[in-house]
């Protein structure tokens, strides 16, 4: 693709159809963009490893929210309500 690239913008300014001061402003736009971009395919890439680990956070979060709702309605300590699959025992 570089080489392409750096094909067409060299018969573009032998021809004089594009200014060259056009194509190196191009480039030095194009590259620093791209060099951003590459760690973001990675981190995709990877996201099916890190799955069970996101699913985590977000309960130790939405655990962390009930907590602080708890203690700013005084109700001091929460404790996460878990579901026992039906089964309820009596106290």
Known sequence: M???M???AGQQAADQRIAVTL?????????PVADV?????EAVEKLPQYRES???????????????????????AARPELSDG???SSR
């Open 54 to 76: 996101l699913y985590r956070l977000a309960a130790t979060g939405r655990l962390a929210g009930s907590h602080t709702a708890a203690q700013a309605c005084g109700g001091g």
């Open 37 to 41: 971009f590459l760690p973001l395919s």
């Open 86 to 88: 039906g089964a309820s």
């Open 6 to 8: 750096i094909y067409w």
């Open 2 to 4: 570089v080489v392409s």
């Open 23 to 31: 194509i190196a402003a191009y480039v030095l736009v194009v590259f």
